[in-house]
């Protein structure tokens, strides 16, 4: 008899399966899936990761796959967020004594948090956006214009001025080093304020919605969109145009550290491994005989052979996967270790010490602003990935020496 490597949440409608052995899940994360399990449209079942946690609108760490209908709210407003790393040719010994420069000259190569640098970036975003940075936004530029155009709402006072740029909470940057010792860059952004503003408008134009048409809901945050619709269109537009940004923007902010790392360090190519995916985002796909929406809210495909990466935290390791395309988890894996509790507990639970302790040995800021996105505050990623290991395969395991945050 063979042993399902999911276990089963009770639901209020369709099967809720979850990749969640030893891993700690709180009611109010399950609660929230049964208040989604339940809704008409839900395709087949719910995959949950096992990073799952309580998120505002939906389920971190789930696979929510629909037909006819979308939940902007299940998607978010950090649209497109998600991971690049890339392999390089430098090994550790290439690497100085000290990582304090190139930690500051990347902080100072790339805008992040609410961070002002005079004459280079203020709070987080370009003072004059770098040629590069414009050059890329051109195409997406023309499509804003035409979106905003049907929803002023939407307009971002400067898309431009966020190409390439961090973000704050858990964006980051980091210099990682592998399990032979080659070194790696990773970071994790997403669509910054222009996928913020559409997400937000579009939430309240699906809320509004439910309000015209006397829906009622178990949250009103489950408010959404049928498709067929003019608004449903809309936002797929959006979203997928948001998508596009989030993309380009890890490419941006990719190719500035890397120019950072040559100023510092001798002469490198680029290695065999290169991975830009999203893990907040919705994708057409075929699961079970039916083409279907899948969200991946808080969650990375999986597909037999695709490339995926799974971070731990400022001071746990993280690693690069190969899917094995596990029907059940709609060809998922989680987005890295989740949060074990919430911001606020952290500040309130660890002190600034606690931090020094856990992030020994890492290049990275160690003051009470970054106390929430300390290691303690998430789960414990070995057990993550030991629940996940029918979806996914481990191909690096990567340590990190330098940490930029927002």
Same mark, same amino acid.
């Given at each position: 008899m063979t042993t399902r490597s999911f276990e089963l949440i009770e639901s209020n409608g369709k099967p809720i399966k979850a990749w969640t052995r030893g891993v700690p899940v709180?009611?109010?994360?399950? *609660? *929230?899936?049964?208040? /989604?399990?339940?809704?008409?449209?839900?395709?087949?079942?719910? %995959?949950?990761?096992?990073?799952?946690?309580?998120?505002m609108g939906a389920t971190i760490g789930s696979v929510i796959a629909t037909k006819a209908a979308i939940i902007p709210a299940a998607v978010g407003v950090d649209i497109g967020c998600g991971?690049?790393?890339?392999?390089?040719?430098?090994?550790?010994?290439?690497?100085?004594?000290?990582?304090?420069? @190139?930690?500051?000259s990347i902080e100072r190569a790339v805008p992040h948090g609410f961070v002002t640098t005079p004459g280079w970036a203020i709070k987080g975003g370009w003072h004059v956006a770098p040629n590069s940075a414009i050059t890329r936004y051109r195409s997406l530029g023309e499509r804003h214009a035409e979106m905003v155009a049907k929803h002023p709402k939407i307009d971002h006072k400067s898309p431009i001025s966020q190409m390439g740029t961090l973000g704050g909470g858990n964006h980051f940057i980091e210099v990682c080093l592998d399990e032979r010792?080659?070194?790696?860059?990773?970071?994790?952004?997403?669509?910054?304020?222009?996928?913020?503003? @559409?997400?937000?408008y579009f939430i309240e134009k699906a809320k509004e919605d439910m309000r015209r048409h006397f829906i009622n809901l178990p949250d009103n945050d489950l408010a959404y /969109?049928?498709?067929?619709?003019?608004?449903?269109?809309?936002?797929?537009?959006?979203?997928?145009?948001?998508?596009?940004?989030? /993309?380009?923007?890890?490419? *941006?902010?990719?190719?500035?550290?890397?120019?950072?790392?040559?100023?510092? /360090?001798k002469p490198f190519a680029i290695g065999k491994h290169a991975v830009n995916c999203h893990h907040n985002y919705v994708a057409r796909e075929n699961h079970f005989g039916e083409n279907v929406m899948v969200t991946r809210k808080g969650a990375v495909r999986a597909r037999e052979g695709d490339l995926? @990466?799974?971070?731990?935290?400022?001071? %746990?390791?993280?690693? @690069?996967?190969?899917?094995?395309?596990?029907k059940d988890s709609f060809c998922s894996c989680s987005h890295g %270790?989740?949060?074990?509790?919430?911001?606020?507990?952290?500040?309130?639970?660890?002190?600034?010490?606690?931090?020094?302790?856990?992030?020994?040995?890492?290049?990275?800021?160690?003051?009470?602003?970054v106390i929430d996105e300390t290691p303690a505050a998430y789960k414990n990623i070995d057990a993550v990935m030991a629940a996940q290991a029918d979806l996914i395969e481990i191909v690096h395991t990567l340590r990190q020496v330098v940490c930029v945050k927002g």
């Open positions: 709180e009611d109010s994360a399950k *609660q *929230q899936l049964r208040n /989604l399990s339940g809704l008409p449209f839900i395709h087949s079942h719910i %995959a949950v990761m096992p990073d799952v946690h309580w998120g991971m690049m790393a890339i392999e390089t040719t430098l090994t550790a010994s290439d690497l100085p004594d000290s990582l304090l420069a @190139i930690r500051t010792d080659t070194v790696w860059v990773m970071l994790h952004s997403g669509s910054r304020g222009p996928g913020n503003i @559409i997400g937000r /969109l049928v498709e067929g619709t003019e608004l449903f269109d809309d936002y797929f537009e959006a979203l997928d145009w948001a998508q596009e940004y989030a /993309l380009e923007n890890r490419n *941006q902010m990719m190719e500035a550290v890397l120019r950072v790392l040559r100023e510092h /360090l995926g @990466i799974i971070p731990g935290s400022m001071g %746990a390791r993280s690693f @690069i996967v190969r899917g094995k395309g596990n %270790a989740g949060r074990a509790m919430s911001r606020g507990d952290a500040v309130r639970r660890f002190t600034v010490e606690d931090h020094i302790e856990a992030t020994k040995g890492i290049e990275c800021r160690k003051d009470k602003d």
